[in-house]
């Protein structure tokens, strides 16, 4: 299990089900937290809310959720060609709530912890 031991994002250190869904290795978390210790908060939220205004982005979130899921799995199920569906992706890595990597797409605590206090825990 990934230890968090920044203040930003201590939160999620209260929530194991985050930290245990997420399926980033010990240095994609340590990226991943290097990344994000320094948001502008009121233009996160003003960036993240438009950009999860858009029902493919949930859509991606959500099927990734707490898998690693290749470009080609992702191209198959959405039906998107490459440039589009590469758009959608990049917006949502823009916000840290996916990360590309060598495995393929996961979602960070941030886009597990969207997905567990918004879509999924309605």
Not at 26 to 40: A, I, Q, S, V
Not at 114 to 122: A, D, H, M, R, S
Request: charge should be negative; charged fraction near 35%.
């Amino acid at each position: 299990m990934n230890k968090i031991d920044d203040d930003e994002h201590s939160k999620f250190e209260g929530s194991q089900t985050i930290l245990e869904k997420c399926k980033l290795t010990e240095e994609e978390m340590g990226e991943y937290l290097e990344k994000t210790k320094e948001l502008d908060k009121k233009v996160d939220h003003s960036r993240a809310y438009r950009t999860l205004s858009n029902p493919t982005r949930r859509e991606l979130l959500i099927f990734i959720g707490d898998n690693v899921r290749t470009f080609q799995e992702l191209r198959n199920k959405f039906e998107l060609d490459e440039d589009q569906l590469n758009y959608h992706l990049s917006m949502l890595e823009q916000l840290f709530y996916l990360m590309n990597t060598k495995s393929g797409w996961k979602a960070t605590p941030r886009g597990i912890g969207f997905l567990e206090n918004t879509i999924l825990g309605e």
